[in-house]
């Protein structure tokens, strides 16, 4: 069993559901026409720079799971991730302390602070699924992962229409991918890690 695997998976997992309800109440206090704002936008925030390091732990066990001829797309992945996490964990430290202290908390478009922070969940995080779902071949649950995996890395990608041309309501596509989509494909990650035999060097495997 990959220990690192299922918790990380299951912990991202937790954390996906909580950050979907708290979203869901901000949504029922300010409406849709108007901003999430504190306390819920400071719990999001929050959940989002505890999320950040989970990813890089699911794909670390990603890529020591993943056989020798899948290495490359693991190390891309794990790549790609660790990129999102360094983006969004900036964005999220600096809004919860610097910006809040300075009387700006809020994260609207058009701003560098909003931009950033699509381009971590969007691009990087999307293009590290994608590679990550190279690695799982083969039917079953790995088909279900590889499947989950491209499904919501292509949502993420397609949310970029929204802050390439302004029209941010096509930004809900990625939502829905890193919203609904990452949070199945973790629990899925969580089962298949804990269901991993050990090699007799001592690796997991679970891309064959």
């Known amino acids: ?9 299951s912990a991202l997992f937790i954390v996906g559901v909580v950050y979907a309800g708290v979203v869901a109440l901000g949504i029922h206090a300010s409406g849709f026409s108007a901003p999430i704002v504190d306390p ?6 929050a959940l989002t720079l505890l999320s950040a390091p989970l990813l890089v732990l699911v794909m670390i066990a990603v890529h020591r799971s993943a056989s020798s001829a899948d290495k490359p797309y693991a190390l891309a992945a794990l790549a790609f991730v660790v990129i999102a996490s360094g983006l969004t ?3 999220h430290f600096v809004g919860l302390t610097a910006l809040r202290q300075s009387g700006s908390g809020e994260i609207v ?3 560098p602070q909003y931009a950033i922070e699509l381009l971590a969940w969007d691009v990087f995080l999307g293009l590290s699924l994608l590679f990550g779902a190279l690695t799982f071949r083969g039917g079953g649950l790995r088909r279900a992962i ?3 995996s491209i499904a919501t890395g292509t949502l993420c990608l397609l949310g970029t229409l929204g802050p390439a041309t302004g029209e941010m309501r096509l930004q809900f596509i990625a939502v829905v991918g890193y919203g609904i989509g990452l949070p199945v494909t973790c629990l899925l990650l969580a089962r298949i890690f804990r269901r991993a035999p050990v090699g007799s060097d001592g690796e997991v495997v679970i891309s064959h």
């Open 109 to 111: 478009w058009p701003s």
């Open 146 to 148: 590889r499947i989950s």
């Open 89 to 91: 964990s900036a964005v």
């Open 40 to 45: 819920v936008l400071a719990v999001m925030e």
């Open 1 to 9: 069993m990959n220990r690192l695997g299922v918790w990380s998976a």
